[in-house]
């Protein structure tokens, strides 16, 4: 009997241990600056008894499908506009649980230095996921490019065109893959997660969104999963002003606090 209570006292101090300092907290996210970031939250994290497990994924839909299914506890490399589109199209549930930066759209060209000198008929590519996709043709209307219907309509399409002065054709390709399909078309549009990878600076791009920008990263998890702890203890570190500190130093502009 002995030997029994106290089996049971420890395994009530193992589970009472597990509470108290959390346990794992696997989140997705894209290599650059999202899985850069988290890693900087790791040893922060640990101190608080949360395992922060980064899990690191290339593209833009493999993420959310992860956390849906519940392989992820919650990611970080969305804007908002585009989980509430997976959301909508693949009746996900995930939720946004608080913006962290601004990863900025810009304009790149190695075929010409200025807007002026791109020919008529020139071929830009852009993303190919539909938010992205819009927010490319957002940027080029706001740049006087192009001239959207309805610039404030995040769907926008390419039939929603009234002006194109420069006959200007578009080519979406995977936004991952832009930076090294550039040499190839006379101009992109790319995320600037994807140039810093390439080692591109937004410095020389044409063009590109401010820290104004609807389009702000978050962290994200799924509706049933908002009061996880854990999730709550790596969204105080995220907003920390340590935090702050690391993406203006480290990033230099490139990559924007959002808090």
């Not at 199209?89 to 060209?109: E, N, Q, T």
């Not at 399909?181 to 390439?198: C, K, S, T, W």
């Not at 790596?234 to 340590?242: G, W």
């Amino acid at each position: 009997m002995k030997q029994i209570k106290r089996y049971k006292i420890i395994l009530l101090s193992a589970i009472l241990s597990t509470l108290a300092f959390g346990g794992d907290l696997k989140v997705g996210a894209t290599p650059v600056p999202a899985a850069e970031i988290l890693e900087f939250a790791k040893p922060i994290l640990a101190k608080q008894g949360v395992n922060l497990i980064i899990q690191s994924f290339t593209d833009y839909v493999t993420p959310d499908i992860s956390l849906n299914e519940g392989s992820s506890d919650a990611n970080l490399y969305q804007h908002k506009p585009f989980l509430e589109k997976m959301n909508k199209d693949r009746g996900f549930k995930l939720a946004a649980i608080h913006p962290i930066y601004v990863v900025p759209l810009g304009f790149y060209s190695k075929k010409a230095k200025s807007i002026n000198e791109l020919k008529n008929g020139a071929v830009i590519a852009l993303p190919n996921d539909p938010t992205n996709y819009s927010r490319a043709l957002i940027l080029l209307n706001d740049n006087g490019l192009i001239t959207l219907k309805d610039p404030k309509n995040l769907d926008s399409t390419e039939f929603d065109i009234i002006k194109n002065p420069k006959k200007l054709k578009f080519k979406q390709v995977e936004a991952a893959m832009l930076p090294k399909i550039l040499d190839g078309v006379d101009g992109a549009v790319i995320n600037a997660n994807y140039a810093l990878q390439a080692g591109m600076s937004i410095k020389e791009s044409f063009f590109h969104e401010n820290d104004k920008s609807i389009y702000t990263n978050v962290l994200a998890t799924r509706e049933n999963n908002k009061n996880n702890p854990d999730i709550n203890k790596l969204t105080k570190v995220l907003l920390s002003p340590e935090m702050k500190q690391f993406i203006l130093q480290k990033y230099k502009g490139e990559i924007i606090p959002a808090f």
